[in-house]
Nanobody
């Protein structure tokens, strides 16, 4: 069982930056990717970014491309989401999740961290 814990959320003004971190209790050869999702009040959860665990290949939602950067530290079992040029519409609870090799879905999720961007 993989446990994920997010940190780094908070309140920031528009145009500011935050760096989210996700610490996994364990990662191994079965870990295919780590992703970030977000859910704003009254909206469905949406994909933000994903990185393959072994190859480090990133992919982003169009809404954050060029502003957010996803990375991972294999030695520390950690993933990060650097968020720059934040906008009020980025306000949401941000979740990290991991997907195993061969799996179609993200089986493991963190509890989420709140990001609030004021205008």
């Amino acid at each position: 069982q993989v446990q994920l814990v997010e940190s780094g959320g908070g309140l920031v003004q528009a145009g500011g930056s935050l760096r989210l971190s996700c610490t996994a209790s364990v990662t191994d050869l079965n870990t295919y990717a780590m992703a970030w999702f977000r859910q704003a009040p009254g909206k469905e959860r949406e994909f933000v970014a994903v990185i393959t665990w072994s190859g480090g290949r990133p992919s982003y939602a169009q809404s954050v491309k060029g502003r957010f950067s996803i990375s991972r530290d294999i030695a520390k079992n950690m993933g990060h989401l650097q968020m720059n040029s934040l906008k009020p519409e980025d306000t949401a609870v941000y979740y990290c999740a991991t997907r195993d090799v061969g799996a179609d879905t993200y089986a493991y999720w963190g509890q989420g961290t709140q990001v609030t961007v004021s205008s």
